[in-house]
């Protein structure tokens, strides 16, 4: 497995508005990102912000990495089976909103 990409930092912020979070990268970590994107001929880039075991107070309390994960194009998806009168989902024409 390749080494994880780690970018950027996150804390939680309280405000009269309720909890945000605050998210901060550097020039560095915008470059990481781009080069991950442009050595997999990407368009969008995921990232997983995770909560930091060890906080210290005044510094941020969350990390964010790049999330590599990529679909197997080997693996095959099983087939769906519909009972003989019931309706594929994308054929089915009800609509439960309440509006």
Same mark, same amino acid.
């Given at each position: 497995?390749?080494?994880?990409?780690?970018?950027?930092?996150?804390?939680?912020?309280?405000?009269?508005?309720?909890?945000?979070?605050?998210?901060?990268?550097?020039?560095?970590?915008?470059?990481?990102?781009?080069?991950?994107?442009?050595?997999? +001929?990407?368009?969008?880039?995921?990232?997983?912000? !995770?909560?930091?075991?060890?906080?210290? &107070?005044?510094?941020? *309390?969350?990390? @964010?990495?790049?999330?590599?994960?990529?679909?197997?194009? +080997?693996?095959?998806?099983?087939?769906?089976?519909? !009972?003989?009168?019931?309706?594929?989902? &994308?054929?089915?024409? *009800?609509?439960? @909103?309440?509006?």
């Amino acid at each position: 497995m390749a080494d994880k990409i780690y970018c950027g930092s996150a804390r939680v912020i309280t405000t009269q508005y309720g909890e945000l979070t605050k998210v901060s990268f550097h020039k560095d970590d915008i470059n990481k990102m781009v080069k991950f994107m442009k050595g997999d +001929n990407l368009d969008w880039i995921n990232l997983v912000v !995770k909560e930091k075991r060890e906080k210290v &107070e005044g510094k941020p *309390t969350h990390y @964010l990495e790049v999330d590599e994960w990529k679909p197997d194009a +080997n693996r095959q998806q099983p087939p769906q089976e519909f !009972k003989r009168d019931e309706i594929p989902p &994308e054929n089915d024409n *009800t609509d439960n @909103l309440p509006f």
